[in-house]
């Protein structure tokens, strides 16, 4: 018996025909997005491109980025850290107090930040790494018990640090042009990123936040790799908090409310997964610059902290959903 079979012609494939879709994909991710965005605000107000903007812009966001770096870390494990900005607060009312119990001021610095990693360790670290419980419970109690900490210690009031040398150097100083404060993101930047890309402790980060079971099987210690990560996020915090206080030659209760979304927004515009295992900090350093131009340029065109609060929530939405699309098509 005779079988015949039918093929269907191919469909003729046009090399020339372009693929919008990837064509798109590339212009999606935060790199494009903030060149777009730098050009935009520059055409607003060419003051945009000036050094000394500059230098003013990535001073603000030193803060900010010093947390992003440790918050990268925080989430590649699969987890978050909501303390960060009350550990910023935390952090400059400590300061204050040691400098003004008579406490040398780089005695003081170094203390306030061994205080805090260890809070950061026993609290955060151990209750998540070690006992288990959740982080976001975890991290939103000590949210609250520090900034709870904070009012109690200050009854509200700000602290000023204007008489000490040191902390106001941090804060505003500068070597030669550039401000203490970049130099001090450009080192955090520089350590995380060989952290994470050169050490075995980095590449455990990945595989703790890709896979626990897996990790543990390779040998891993998943408790040790966890609570770390968030005595780290502590420390950076401390960090940030210490400068912001020079920054601002004062301590408030009030200091870094709501920083830690701000943090997270930056983290996830950079690529970073809330699924922990795929991300890096030069991501999250683009997705700093990106808040802050977005910010800075706000603030240039003479828009109302009103709506600047509106159109960054906007745009900050509207950026992570098509770092989302990328990442789903890559």
Not at 208 to 226: C, E, F, M, W
Request: hydrophobic share 55%; glycine share 10%; aromatic share 8%.
């Amino acid at each position: 018996m005779q079988i015949e079979t039918t093929l269907k012609p191919t469909k003729e494939i046009n090399p020339k025909k372009i693929n919008y879709k990837q064509l798109l994909l590339k212009f999606v991710g935060i790199g494009p997005l903030l060149i777009l965005l730098c050009i935009v605000v520059s055409i607003i107000n060419p003051a945009f491109l000036t050094m000394q903007n500059w230098i003013n812009l990535l001073t603000a966001s030193s803060g900010i980025w010093i947390m992003a770096m440790a918050m990268t870390m925080v989430l590649l494990t699969a987890g978050f850290d909501l303390s960060v900005g009350s550990v910023m607060a935390l952090s400059g009312v400590m300061l204050v107090n040691l400098l003004s119990s008579g406490m040398p001021q780089i005695l003081s610095i170094l203390l306030t930040i061994l205080t805090v990693t260890a809070l950061g360790l026993l609290i955060n670290g151990l209750l998540i790494g070690k006992v288990g419980l959740n982080f976001f419970v975890v991290t939103l109690g000590t949210l609250s018990l520090f900034r709870g900490i904070v009012f109690v210690w200050t009854n509200g009031e700000t602290k000023y640090v204007s008489d000490y040398p040191l902390v106001m150097t941090l804060g505003n100083g500068k070597l030669g042009m550039l401000p203490y404060p970049i130099i001090i993101m450009a080192v955090v930047f520089l350590a995380s990123f060989l952290l994470l890309k050169y050490t075995s402790f980095g590449r455990s980060i990945y595989i703790v936040g890709g896979n626990p079971q897996t990790a543990k099987l390779s040998g891993i210690n998943v408790t040790l790799v966890i609570t770390v990560v968030y005595a780290i996020s502590a420390m950076f915090a401390s960090m940030a908090g210490i400068i912001e206080t020079g920054r601002l030659a004062s301590a408030a209760p009030t200091i870094g409310t709501s920083t830690e979304l701000l943090v997270a927004a930056a983290v996830l515009l950079g690529g970073t997964s809330f699924k922990g295992g795929v991300g890096g900090v030069t991501g999250t350093a683009l997705g700093v610059l990106f808040i802050a131009v977005l910010q800075n340029g706000l603030s240039l065109a003479n828009v109302s902290s009103y709506w600047q609060n509106v159109i960054t929530g906007v745009i900050l939405i509207l950026a992570i959903f098509l770092n989302h699309i990328k990442s789903k098509n890559a």
